[in-house]
């Protein structure tokens, strides 16, 4: 379609003219005019919902809202025009078959021996094993073989040793979807462990000897302690009402030794219009600082965020200060589970807090436990009530750490926001279907690449510059500080306003940081060449050889190669407001006009610069776009497609 | 009057001190006619704390049997415990405090009794005078000059002796607009754009009152600014409501019909108590206890400290885009033109003019904009956020600018000389300080306490290089370009540096700062070894070609 006009969500006087272009698999956006023919392309599956607004003088609006939180507002001239591409993407946002995914045709051009590399980066036998197991206390268990006792756990699963098989089986009947309790994660240092399962099947009175047992053992493998806590994740009143359907908490008189304990974290359905609600003050027009703390505050998205960190700090507590076991349950003991051990095992084990141990981590408690990506995060066309920020919620988690701990963890910001991307861009078969059981079906590993490799070639682009492995932040267990510092959740601009660079720092410490150190590098490589040099030149004085040297071109200049600096900006609309603050007294007519010039001056001033800088900005710091000289921080790969999503530019 | 009158019990022992995020310790309780010590000497570690009584903000006593507790809240925002066994010293201690920390004559403040313990290389009291910065004027432009007309402090009681002025306007007609302006403060040349020859001028209200009285040489003196053809624009810094309320009260605004060729636009920017109410609720809300999230974001937007900061930026973001993209002159004024209107015409000018971001350039720029164009600081500053006096002069004027200015340093975290800990220290300084910089509400009553004379300027202590070390930035690069900040509520944080320096825990994110610092300063290393073994390798090659051509 041409002629259609793209919308700065910012400024309704800022639009780019260009054609739109429906393909299989992205919506593509390209500019007219500009020598630059600047592109923006959007995955379907990225696509959360699609609007079309009521149609104006200049067309016909439609609204396509982004899973990784982009908003496009295009402008078509024809409403027969824009009623077709809405029809086309409602159908091709909707895919109901697996393979209609993108990564069942997404071709990075590497080989098959490359790709089988690439699922083979993260393995969790290794995993355990790092963590000590199997040992005298815990080992594998293959009661889990054919997906026989669980379909959505692993086929390999680590138990207490002295849980035989029939107490597994005769446990997992006594919880929600058999999701008996499991090994999430082992202390070698102090025997404690925490380990995962559904919600019993109590009800007012039920009991389970063989459950009663399984904790009994998972108790007796860490003899250091003489009882467990099991931790509720739920709010009280949610398991209570639980009970009524014959499902429940455990009830401390039957188990002997533990100790339970509620950690109210709210369910799905909360979480998702939680998160709606903020998006909303995301995307209001120029929101007051009233309005955006107000709806911040009232979306009650950071009051969850810490719900989630307090759950996470009370295990890491449990596990490293007193030594105790914990068993985490919340209803099915996929959601709220996966968060609370991811955040507790990211607290207590550095080695989470690295690149290669964060993607263990996911693949740990998120990927092998199954967590219900395709529900989730709606890959396939399917129940809207099912849909909710789970994962995205620890991402959040993650990054709040790093905000506290700055020098602890070995990936940036920028690995967080792909990681999300790509969680529901599904351009990577990591993290399709609800289970181990489906993907294995569906044959993922064979057919479609690997996240983790891609993110690994690319590493450094995402390395956190403060992070040194001898630091004392990188040792040991964080201990973040607790209530009452609220004040220390932040709302994470850089991931929910993602695409509106305008608000972003202008400079990125970040950005900066890893610029001089890779110049340190190219330095000591110089150094070192020079040195020899030097000694050659000494040597060759000595026996009067004269060689003329030249190596002069090695000696090349080292200017920061991305000194941000050269960055100019364009003032945003400053006057925006300047209408209701009006200004102009009764008897001067004109005076909105001057208003109105004074933007519009500015605009045409402005706008040249507005590409070409926000260009240079985006090279270091944008996911969506590709600055001409390759900022390499991308998540699409070398098919040909320069920039996978897209160049909306604030 | 002698200090030893005020202080009923100097030294107390066995007092234990309380801070968050610190072990309790015990030791000793002197005071001084200007301080408050604590010394603890125990074998482990010995360490002492000196409080300026001019730091103390309120004091509170409770009593549990005959252990005294006292309470000081300090006016940067730290909250410190004092156990104080025995009720009778209890008592003495806090009244004598309390009478110390609130004398009411400036000669017996602290400044006039330090003495310096550092080597004086450059006397800050002349570190920054008017003839220096018209020196560098004269060189671009020759349209402005220097007037001496104030110089007995005869026509505006709160302007510096010399100010700039169009060149075309005599001190005659200087007279007559001081007359027509709000506090005699007549406009004068605040900032020059060398981009593009525009100015930023500052005054106060216009005096049109009801029957819109009009001055010509008022228009003639704002017009000479102009280029032929060109508008300029008037930024009121009151919305225009309060603006033609004035009006009522003698004051008022620029009526168009008489200033054809400008264009008038009101900005809202809140002064006195409403700062100051928003400020105590800001620091209330810091130091909530309570664990509840709700709360928090809430009572955040409810202090509205954030919505005033917005405000201002915006204000400061327009004036500058006025000058810089519309190429047009601006003259800036809000009522009396010492509070507002200089938080907008010195931001503007940290966006418009790299050297305002250097260190230098921005104690420049305060000195300028803030001491010599007559911020009221001692009437300001006179109390902090948990003072109950409620003084309808007490604001954080200077406060909300720093905090402006640490949201655009946030935003370009490249481009400043200076650090966090810089806009900090002068945060500190303007509260309470044993320099006398900051004392005096005007260049006028600065001259009559002989300042200069009896006091030693915190510029001199700033600017040695030890001091200096600790307020510069790692990571700037000279930015010779306009720097556009973003309004955005997503782009404005909280100053956790000010407002939660006492209540959160900062050792993780001063390791990240040392981090930060280490890994440049070893690039530095390296490039100058690397420099070093170049300029040697490049010679013994010279000295091996010489050999060959000989």
Redesign the interface.
């Known amino acids: 379609v041409e002629n259609v006009r793209l919308l700065d969500r910012l400024s309704s006087r800022k639009a780019a003219l260009g054609t739109l272009y429906l393909t299989a698999t992205h919506v593509i956006f390209v500019e007219n005019g500009s020598e630059t023919r600047k592109e923006t392309w959007v995955l379907h599956s990225q696509i959360s919902s699609i609007e079309k607004q009521a149609t104006t003088a200049t067309g016909c609006p439609l609204l396509i809202r982004c899973k990784n939180f982009q908003i496009m507002q295009l402008v078509i001239p024809q409403e027969r025009d824009c009623h077709d591409v809405y029809i086309s993407l409602i159908r091709l946002t909707r895919p109901v078959k697996y393979e209609e995914l993108y990564c069942f045709s997404f071709n990075p051009k590497l080989d098959k021996e490359e790709r089988e590399q690439g699922w083979k980066l993260v393995n969790l036998n290794d995993e355990y094993n790092r963590m000590g197991i199997p040992n005298n206390y815990w080992q594998i268990s293959d009661v889990n073989r054919d997906y026989g006792v669980c379909d959505s756990y692993p086929t390999e699963v680590y138990v207490p040793k002295s849980a035989t098989a029939h107490i597994i089986v005769g446990s997992s009947k006594f919880r929600s979807r058999r999701r008996f309790p499991a090994l999430s994660y082992y202390c070698k240092d102090n025997n404690a462990s925490i380990c995962r399962s559904s919600q019993p099947l109590s009800g007012f009175s039920a009991r389970c000897l063989e459950d009663e047992q399984m904790l009994q053992a998972i108790r007796k493998a860490n003899p250091g302690s003489d009882f467990i806590y099991v931790v509720d994740t739920r709010p009280k009143l949610n398991a209570m009402a639980n009970r009524a359907a014959g499902k429940g908490y455990e009830n401390e008189d039957n188990y002997s030794n533990i100790k339970f304990q509620f950690i109210g974290i709210e369910n799905i359905h909360v979480m998702r219009n939680s998160l709606q609600k903020m998006l909303e003050v995301?995307e209001l027009k120029?929101?007051?600082?009233?309005?955006?703390?107000?709806g911040?505050?009232n979306s009650?998205w950071?009051?969850h965020i810490?719900a989630i960190m307090d759950a996470g700090i009370f295990i890491a507590k449990a596990v490293a200060e007193e030594g105790v076991s914990v068993l985490v349950h919340c209803s099915d003991g996929w959601d709220r589970t996966a968060q609370v051990c991811s955040v507790a095992s990211l607290l207590l084990d550095p080695y989470y807090r690295t690149m290669k141990g964060f993607m263990v981590l996911i693949e740990k408690d998120w990927v092998s436990f199954g967590h219900k990506f395709n529900h989730r995060y709606g890959n396939l066309d399917g129940d809207p009530k099912e849909i909710s920020p789970v994962i995205d919620q620890f991402i959040e988690c993650v990054w709040q750490l790093m905000e506290?701990?700055?020098?602890?963890f070995e990936f940036n910001e920028r690995f967080l926001i792909h990681i999300q991307h790509h969680i529901y861009s599904c351009q990577f078969g990591n993290f399709l279907c609800n289970s181990q059981k489906e993907r294995r079906e569906l044959k993922i590993q064979e057919r479609t690449y690997s996240l983790w490799a891609h993110l690994w070639k690319n590493r450094a682009d995402y390395l956190n510059?403060?992070y040194?492995s001898d630091?004392?932040?990188t040792q040991g267990t964080l201990r973040p500080?607790m209530?009452?510092?609220?004040?220390?959740?932040?709302?994470w601009?850089g991931m929910y306003?993602r695409f509106?660079k305008?608000?972003?720092?202008?400079?990125?410490?970040t950005d900066?940081?890893m610029a001089?150190?890779e110049?340190?590098q190219q330095?000591?490589e110089?150094?070192e060449v020079?040195?020899e040099?030097?000694v050659n030149?000494?040597k060759s004085?000595l026996t009067d050889n004269?060689v003329k040297?030249k190596q002069q071109d090695q000696?090349k200049q080292?200017g920061?190669s991305t000194?941000?600096?050269s960055?100019?900006?364009?003032?945003?609309e400053?006057?925006n407001?300047?209408k209701s603050?009006?200004?102009r007294?009764p008897?001067?007519g004109d005076?909105e006009d001057?208003?109105l010039i004074?933007t519009q001056?500015?605009l045409k001033?402005?706008d040249p610069d507005l590409s070409a800088n926000s260009d240079q900005e985006s090279g270091v710091e944008d996911l969506s776009c590709r600055s001409p000289s390759g900022g390499g921080c991308l998540p699409s790969e070398d098919s040909g497609k320069d920039s996978d999503e897209a160049l909306f530019l604030a | 009057m002698e200090f030893a009158e005020l202080i009923k019990t100097p030294r107390a022992d066995n007092v234990v001190l309380h801070r968050p995020f610190y072990l309790a310790v015990e030791g000793t309780l002197c005071l001084t006619g200007h301080h408050l010590i604590f010394s603890s000497r125990r074998q482990d570690n010995a360490e002492e704390l000196w409080l300026l009584h001019s730091n103390i903000d309120s004091i509170e006593k409770r009593f549990v049997g005959s252990l005294g507790t006292i309470i000081i809240k300090c006016k940067d925002l730290r909250i410190i415990q004092l156990d104080i066994p025995g009720m009778e010293e209890c008592l003495n201690i806090a009244s004598s405090i309390e009478a110390l920390s609130t004398l009411d004559s400036v000669t017996l403040m602290y400044p006039f009794f330090y003495r310096p313990m550092f080597e004086i290389v450059e006397d800050g009291w002349r570190s920054f005078l008017p003839d220096q910065e018209f020196e560098l004027l004269s060189s671009v432009t020759d349209e402005w000059r220097l007037s001496c007309i104030n110089k007995e402090f005869s026509v505006c009681p709160s302007y510096p002796p010399v100010v700039i002025v169009p060149k075309s306007i005599d001190d005659e007609a200087l007279r007559k607009v001081a007359m027509f302006r709000h506090g005699s403060r007549f406009p004068v040349l605040s900032y020059y754009h060398k981009k593009n020859g525009m100015v930023m001028m500052r005054s106060s209200q216009p005096l049109t009152g009801t029957n819109g009285r009009r001055c010509k040489e008022d228009e003639k003196l704002i017009n000479a600014t102009l280029r032929p053809g060109k508008r300029g624009y008037i930024i009121d810094t009151r919305s225009l409501n309060v603006a033609q309320q004035a009006r009522a009260k003698g004051g008022g605004f620029e009526q168009e019909a008489h200033y054809p060729q400008w264009r008038r636009i009101h900005k809202c920017i809140e002064r006195f108590n409403i700062l100051q109410e928003s400020l105590i609720k800001l620091v209330e809300a810091c130091n909530d206890q309570s664990h509840n999230m709700d709360r928090w974001l809430s009572k955040l937007e409810a202090s509205n400290w954030l919505t005033h900061i917005k405000e201002i930026l915006t204000a400061a973001c327009l004036a500058a885009q006025c000058i810089d993209r519309e190429g047009a002159s601006v003259l800036v004024h809000g009522t009396e033109g010492t509070d507002s209107t200089l938080q907008v015409t010195s931001l503007a000018q940290i966006i418009l003019d790299p050297r305002c971001r250097t260190i230098r350039g921005f104690e420049s720029l305060v000195v300028r904009e803030w001491l010599q164009a007559g911020h009221p600081f001692q009437q300001r500053c006179a109390q902090s956020a948990y003072s109950n006096s409620k003084q309808k002069w007490e604001a954080p004027v200077f406060l909300l600018f720093l905090d402006c200015v640490w949201q655009i340093l946030r935003q370009f975290p490249c481009s400043f000389e200076f650090n966090e800990q810089f806009l900090i220290m002068l945060f500190e300084h303007t509260y309470a300080s044993q320099f006398g910089t900051f004392l005096g509400n005007n260049e006028n009553e600065r001259s009559k306490l002989k300042l200069p004379q009896k006091t030693m300027s915190l510029w001199s202590w700033v600017n040695r290089s030890e001091e200096l070390s600790k307020f510069q930035n790692p990571l700037f690069e000279a930015n010779s370009l306009v720097i556009w900040p973003s309004v955005a509520p997503q782009s404005l944080q909280l100053w956790e540096g000010v407002f939660l320096r006492w209540n959160r825990p900062s050792k993780f994110l001063d390791e990240a700062h040392e981090e930060m610092i280490s890994i440049i300063k070893y690039n530095k290393e390296l490039q100058a070894k690397v420099n070093a073994l170049r300029r040697q390798l490049a010679e013994m090659e010279t000295d091996d070609r010489m050999q060959e051509n000989l």
């Open positions: 995301c120029s929101p007051s600082m009233s309005d955006f703390l107000w911040l505050e009650g950071l009051k810490k506290q701990f700055p020098c602890a510059p403060l040194r630091h004392s932040q500080q209530a009452p510092c609220n004040f220390l959740y932040k709302f601009s306003n509106e305008g608000l972003h720092p202008r400079q990125s410490v900066y940081l001089v150190k110049e340190t330095l000591e110089e150094l020079l040195r040099r030097l030149l000494q004085q004269k040297s000696s080292l920061l000194s941000n600096n960055l100019a900006n364009t003032p945003q400053y006057s407001d300047l603050f009006p200004s007294s008897s001067q005076e001057s208003a004074l001056d500015n001033s402005s």
